[in-house]
Nanobody, 124 residues
Framework: QVQLVESGGGLLQAGGSLRLSCAASGRAFSAYTMSWFRQAPGKEREFVATITRSGFSTSYADSVKGRFTISRDNAKNTAYLQMNSLKPEDTAVYYC?????????????????WGQGTQVTVSS
């Protein structure tokens, strides 16, 4: 079991930056592939970024590639999502998720544990 708590969301103008954090407790953090998903109003939840257990490999949705960076600090049991050049279409509730599956996992169904989400609102 692992518990996830996101933080760092907020309201900001387009072009700004924000860093989300996902603090994990419970079983060894380094045993999980970590990802970020988001859900915009009226839309289904979608994949944003994923990072392997070691942090050596990452993958991103095309919509955020080059603007967002996922990272992790296994010593601090925390995953991060650095978001730059934010756009109004990035407005969503952002969720972190953990899976014990090896490798990069982009499918929502593969994730066992989810945080409660943090709201990010980008105004134009």
């Amino acid at each position: 079991q692992v518990q996830l708590v996101e933080s760092g969301g907020g309201l900001l103008q387009a072009g700004g930056s924000l860093r989300l954090s996902c603090a994990a407790s419970g079983r060894a953090f380094s045993a999980y592939t970590m990802s970020w998903f988001r859900q915009a109003p009226g839309k289904e939840r979608e994949f944003v970024a994923t990072i392997t257990r070691s942090g050596f490999s990452t993958s991103y949705a095309d919509s955020v590639k080059g603007r967002f960076t996922i990272s992790r600090d296994n010593a601090k049991n925390t995953a991060y999502l650095q978001m730059n050049s934010l756009k109004p279409e990035d407005t969503a509730v952002y969720y972190c998720a953990a899976t014990s599956k090896y490798g990069l996992s982009t499918a929502e169904s593969l994730y066992d544990y989810w945080g409660q989400g943090t709201q990010v609102t980008v105004s134009s």
